[in-house]
């Protein structure tokens, strides 16, 4: 037994046998009073205190069956001695069904239960239906208080167990919404970044530009001042671009956007076959890009996962010069994209996608049909300098 599972009352319970088969002995060999019995007592006694403090008896069934054939030997003299030592079968019924199994405890108890009637008879006491019913009723209550405790022990249990569980799960889910949560402030920052510090400095350079175009010949002073201010502008705009860089998804870090796409088409588990293909002339593209368009297919293909049902899906990336594309596809069972809208604990995936690519200035568009699978697409213009 757990010794996490004994409450103080369960701890008090188990002292109560101890408590009762000396008992039981005692009042045996005083109302027997002979020397004989009240040997056999003690012998009794004696066997069922060894075996009790050994701890090979609690811990394996051969030497528990050694044991208990000792000490039922031991109360088989007893038994013939003194009709009183019936009174030992009760504690004996426990001690078969904790420390046997069921298939040797409860002939066992039956067979205790038969010594306990034949020690009656053999010590010529009045016949009357007590003789009987006494041992067996005895016996059918302690089969029944301990197979109903061995089902609350089971029970108990369980409960720990999935509490312990619940309690790993709490704090697994509690760390992987921390990560979320971090890896969502990195790319904010990042677009922030890219949206404001990278686009002025971007802007102030083109704008020194013009002004030192547009300055007379006669003015070498200021000259100098526009050049070191676009040059500051310049090493500033790299730094805010390392910035961004730093800050984008670990999958990015490895490589490319094709190969992070490619990372997440390898086998993790079950679900669908992925295949990923790349269409076009690949360019270089900025971070919010590339970080936008990760995350779109991580998101798709998550989907695909949790409710399409899918046997297979497939990952297009596509560069057409002026714009670049993604498109995930799968065979699953689809749905109503127009009658579609999320349930609780559906999440906010689709909405979400569309979010991001919105805040490019690109589209987003969902096909699917019920039973027809279903194809996720999103399409980004690209910036002017990074054209094919």
């Given amino acids: 037994m757990d010794p996490r599972s004994l409450t103080p009352a369960l701890r008090v319970l188990r002292v109560c046998p101890h408590l009762l088969m000396a008992g039981l002995l005692v009042l045996s060999a005083v109302r027997a009073g002979t020397p004989a019995a009240v040997t056999a007592a ?17 811990e394996s069934r051969s030497a528990a069956a050694v044991w208990l054939a000792a000490l039922s030997a031991a109360w088989l003299v007893l038994l013939v001695l003194t009709p009183d030592g019936l009174w030992v079968a009760f504690p004996l019924y426990f001690l078969h069904l904790h420390l046997l199994p069921v298939r040797w405890s409860l002939p066992a108890v039956a067979g205790t239960a038969v010594a306990a009637i034949m020690s009656y008879v053999h010590h010529g006491a ?11 009723l005895g016996a059918a209550v302690a089969v029944a208080t301990v197979l109903g405790y061995q089902a609350l022990y089971r029970e108990s249990e369980r409960h720990r167990r999935l509490v312990e569980e619940l309690t790993a799960t709490r704090a697994e889910l509690a760390a992987a919404e921390r990560h979320a949560g971090t890896l969502a402030e990195r790319e904010r920052l990042a677009r922030e970044i890219h949206d404001t510090l990278a686009q002025g400095l971007s802007s102030i350079q083109l704008l020194l530009r013009a002004a030192e175009r547009a300055l007379p010949d006669g003015a070498p002073a200021a000259a100098g001042h526009i050049e070191r201010a676009r040059r500051t502008a310049q090493d500033n705009l790299a730094e805010a671009r390392r910035f961004v860089r730093a800050l984008a998804p670990a999958d990015l870090e490895r490589g490319s956007l094709a190969a992070a796409l490619e990372r997440l088409c390898e086998p993790d588990g079950p679900g669908p076959r992925v295949r990923f293909s790349v269409s076009g002339t690949p360019v270089p593209l900025p971070t919010p890009y590339e970080v936008a368009l990760l995350r779109i297919a991580q998101s798709a293909l998550a989907n695909t996962v949790r409710h399409a049902g899918a046997g297979r899906a497939e990952i297009t990336l596509t560069f057409m010069g002026a714009s670049v594309t993604l498109d995930v596809v799968d065979d699953g069972k689809g749905f109503d994209p127009h009658g579609w809208s999320p349930s609780p604990g559906d999440g906010f995936g689709l909405q979400a996608m569309r979010s991001r690519a919105q805040s490019l200035g690109g589209t987003f568009t969902v096909e699917s049909s019920p039973g027809q699978g279903t194809a996720v697409a999103v399409a980004l213009p690209l910036p002017s300098g990074v054209r094919s």
């Fill in 126 to 136: 009045p016949l009357n239906p007590g003789a009987f019913i006494g041992p067996l």
């Fill in 42 to 58: 003690a012998g009794t006694g004696a066997v069922y205190a060894v075996g009790s403090a050994i701890r090979a008896v609690r």
